[in-house]
Each structure stands twice: as C-alpha cells, then as structure tokens.
C-alpha cells in the first residue's frame, strides 16, 4: 500500500467513523430531528396549566414536538436566541428555561425568582433579563449558560419593594422596566459590561401596569391603570426625563371594571399611528406617532387586552377581556373600521402573526385549540390542538427589538 | 383493618354526612367546578393560576388566614376601587362568594 492509497482509505474510514457517530446521534434524540434544520418558520404554544411547550412550524403548520418539565408556566412568555435555535421561556413561578428548538429538548433551567412575569434579551444577545414580583427585581442571566450575571432589587426611595413589570430589551444594550407599585421607570445599562448603570425616573404615574417599546426602540411607554394616561420616556434623549401623554384620555367618564389586564407588548403601529388599548373603556387609542397625541379612538366589543398589527400595517387584530373574550376583530387601517368579527371559541387568549403577515395563529384555551387563519381570506387554515393554550411565540422575535 | 384507620374511616363517613349541612347553601356540583374553573383561570389572571399571587395578592391558605370572610366576599362582590380588583357580582352570587371564600381558606383540592 502506498502512502495515496493509505491515505484514502484513512479518510474513507474517517468519514465512515462520522458517518457512525452522527446518526448515532442523531438515533440517540430518538426522533426525526436533523441538525440540519432551519428554525426561521419555528415557534412554541405555552400549555399554561400542564406546564408544557408545543414547538410548531408554520410552514406545514404542525406540531414537532411536545416538551414537559416547565413548572408553572401561566403568564409565561419566550424570547428567542439570535441565531433563532434558542428559545428562553419565563414561567411564573420564577423558573427560566432554555430550550433547543432544533434538538427538541431543555438544555438548561433555572429557578431565579419566586414569583415572575416576563423578561427580555439583551440586543447583543448575551444577555437575558427576568422581572419578578417576588423579591421584586430584574435578575440578569448569561444567555449561554444561564449564570447569574445581575441582580438588581427594585426598591421605591423609602426602601419598599415593588413588583417590577414592562420589562423590554433597548438599544445600547439597555433593559428598561417599570416599578407597578413605587410609579417609576429605570433603565439598566449593560453597556459598560455586566454591572449596570441604573437611571431612575420616579413619580412618573399611579400604578404602571405593562410597558412596551415601540419597534425602532425609541420609545418607552408605561401604561398607567390609576390614571387616565401613559408615561412615555423618549430613549435617545433620557436626560428629558418622562413626559405623560394622552393625560384624561378617558375624559372623566367613569371607568369599566377591567377583568384582565391589558398587555401593551406587541402593540400596534400602523401608517403612522399607534393603536393602544384603553383601561376601564372598550376602545382602541390611537395616537399620532410623531406627535403622541391622540387623534381618535375605536369603539371595540369589550376590554381590549392585545391590538396587533399584520406585519405590513393594514389590519390591527383585537382580543378582549372576560367576560367578552370569546371574540375577535379585525380592523382596517386604511379606513378605521371594524371589517371582521370571529367567534372562535371562549378564552381567546393571544394571537401571533408569522414574520409576513399571511397568517395568525390564535389560542383559544376553553376550546383546548390553536386556530392558524389566512389573514386575507379569513379562512381558517389549521386548527391545532393544545391543552389550555396561552402564549404564541414564533422565532421571528429574535429579530426585533422588545420581543 | 388496624383500629387507627378505621377510626379515620369512620371520621371521613361523618364528614361526609355533616358537608351537606354545613353547605346547605353551597352552590350545585357543576356550578362548584365552575366557579373553580372561573377562579383559577381568570381570577389567575391575576392572582396566579395556582393562586400564589401575581399583579394581585396571593389567595393562598395561609395569606387569607385570620381575613374576614364578609370582607372577603364584599371584596369580591365589588371590587377595590381605586386598585385593579374588580367586582364580580355580574356573575357571581353572595352565596357562591362564600363558597369560594371558604374553599380558598381551606386550600383548592381540585385537580388541576
């Protein structure tokens, strides 16, 4: 045998020895996952009661895998790694979980906090945030290896702690978040590495309920439930402090009890306009983006909890409160009208559109039901079923600021 | 059968005996899950689905214990004003205000 000869038959030995171990490996996940996989069509649906995800693509529109082991996971919500492979998913009972939507499987949890409500990913990536309501804080984690990096209790100037809320992710790889009982904004600095420089904006508002950013990352906004109003904080200047907007938007008509709070997260901006849900009224706000000022307001079939835009802007789609929340509506941007109302089944909870818009997915927990419809035709595509369906998480997020 | 667990038995067939009496206003066994339904997932809106607290207090056992039952039932008949509770005498009886009360101070045995 000559030293060609050797050589080949080494290299056609070694990739037979690769050969081997990569499908070992991939007979030792015991199921049809491929390394090779994309993940910009995947997403999960949170089973809130039985503390299990559902990873779905919207491509087929179907179910991959069902994943346990989560905790308590009503109110819990995900953010999705950059490379989209990623997906972190805060559970309510303070647990933080990593899953590996390719694999299928956790690859790392943690319990962080008592009692949490949401959390965020640094716009770099490297970082994941966590607001708790017990001890109320943010708790910041290595995204790689879920380390704790950051512990920042939220405490009012007398020392009481408050549950934290609204947290989202900035530009300058900032966290921003609202204290529901001192009334304050704070912004969390990591750009100087991972101790941050913490700015307080206190007296901004009776009881901050949920914040958002709007998708250019500009602008933080805290909707305010013991008054009429917002505080908005405008990050490329925050020396000016936080400047209350749509102050009395209600104009002193008497409040509707609210049976769930609104979340602002995934708000609508739609042709140079914010659509927002009014608390205690059944109506959309809809405020001129530049100006901040209101310019109108749509009468809607109850309490809105989320008005989401389509991806291109044209149709804002709305779910409500209980007890009304067994109904959905579409409006149309270009004219302002209601132009379609469904009744899919009671408890329609969340609703996600894919990254261009021609299609919903929407959980209707008491129908044990995730419906997909065409946003075009209305037509319903797909329906899925989940146990007690919650959040709608596609990948996608992880390219967007606030998501 | 040891002696012990017979007594319990025996204990067990006399509270089930007297429940009927002691909830002789206590609301029919479909609206009981409904209503148990109705807490954890919607009051669990705020209050946590298992109850712990969330945006709301905790609505545990041991965070009730030493409450007044009418000033719980008058909390959840008409809400907080001012806070985020609501009222929810729309669907809910005074009735079945203290059933929950009760439940809830005793801690939710259903399945969940």
Wanted: proline residues 5%.
């Amino acid at each position: 045998m000559n030293a060609r000869t050797r050589r080949s038959v080494a290299l056609c030995l070694s990739f037979v020895l690769f050969g081997f171990a990569f499908a070992g490996a991939a007979r030792a996940e015991g199921t049809e996952w491929r390394a090779t996989r994309g993940t910009g069509d995947l997403g999960l649906i949170v089973e809130r009661t039985k503390g299990r995800i559902l990873i779905i693509e919207t491509t087929r529109r179907s179910v991959l895998k069902r994943l346990g082991g989560f905790g308590d996971l009503s109110h819990a919500s995900a953010v999705f790694s950059r490379d989209q492979r990623y997906a972190y998913i805060f559970g309510r009972d303070g647990g933080l979980t990593k899953v590996d939507l390719v694999a299928g499987r956790i690859v790392e949890r943690v319990m962080q906090a008592g009692n949490s409500i949401g959390g965020a990913i640094s716009q770099d990536g490297r970082l994941v945030a966590v607001s708790n309501y017990k001890p109320g804080g943010v708790r910041v984690f290595d995204a790689e290896t879920l380390k704790l990096v950051a512990d920042i209790p939220a405490k009012d100037e007398d020392g009481n702690p408050s549950k934290v809320v609204g947290l989202v992710d900035a530009p300058g790889q900032r966290f921003v978040f609202s204290l529901y009982d001192a009334g304050e904004i704070w912004i969390a600095d990591f750009a100087g590495g991972t101790k941050p420089k913490i700015t307080r904006y206190p007296g901004i508002g009776t009881l901050p309920y949920d914040g958002l950013i709007t998708p250019d990352g500009r602008a933080y906004v805290a909707g305010l439930f013991g008054e009429d109003g917002l505080a908005k904080l405008d990050l490329w200047h925050p020396e000016k402090g936080v400047a209350r907007i749509l102050a009395g938007y209600g104009r002193g008509e008497k409040k509707l009890p609210v049976y769930k709070m609104p979340h602002l997260e995934g708000w609508a901006a739609a042709d140079g306009k914010l659509f927002l849900p009014a608390i205690g009224r059944h109506e959309l706000l809809v405020v001129d983006a530049r100006s901040w000022k209101q310019v109108g307001r749509i009468k809607v079939h109850g309490q809105p909890i989320f008005a989401v835009a389509r991806p291109d802007g044209r149709q804002i789609w709305v779910n409500f409160a209980h007890p009304r929340n067994d109904t959905l509506q579409v409006i149309d941007v270009a004219t302002m009208k209601i132009i379609k109302e469904f009744k899919p089944g009671k408890a329609i909870l969340h609703m996600e559109f894919t990254p261009r818009g021609e299609q919903v997915w929407v959980s209707v927990r008491d129908a044990d039901r995730v419906d997909v419809y065409d946003t075009r035709t209305f037509e319903r595509l797909a329906a899925i079923k989940a146990e007690k369906p919650s959040g709608i998480f596609l990948s996608a997020r992880a390219h967007k600021t606030g998501l | 059968m040891p002696a012990r667990k017979r007594a319990s038995l025996a204990l067990a067939a006399l509270i089930a005996l007297a429940a009927p009496a002691a909830y002789a206003d206590a609301p029919s066994q479909t609206r009981q899950a409904e209503l148990l339904y109705r807490l954890r997932q919607d009051c669990g809106s705020c209050h946590g689905y298992t109850l712990k607290g969330g945006l709301g207090p905790s609505l545990l056992p041991t965070a009730l214990k030493g409450k007044d039952d009418d000033t719980l039932v008058h909390v959840i008949l008409y809400g907080m004003p001012g806070r985020p509770m609501p009222p929810w005498r729309f669907e809910v009886s005074r009735d079945e205000a203290f059933w929950l009360v009760r439940e809830m101070k005793k801690g939710l045995r259903d399945e969940r």
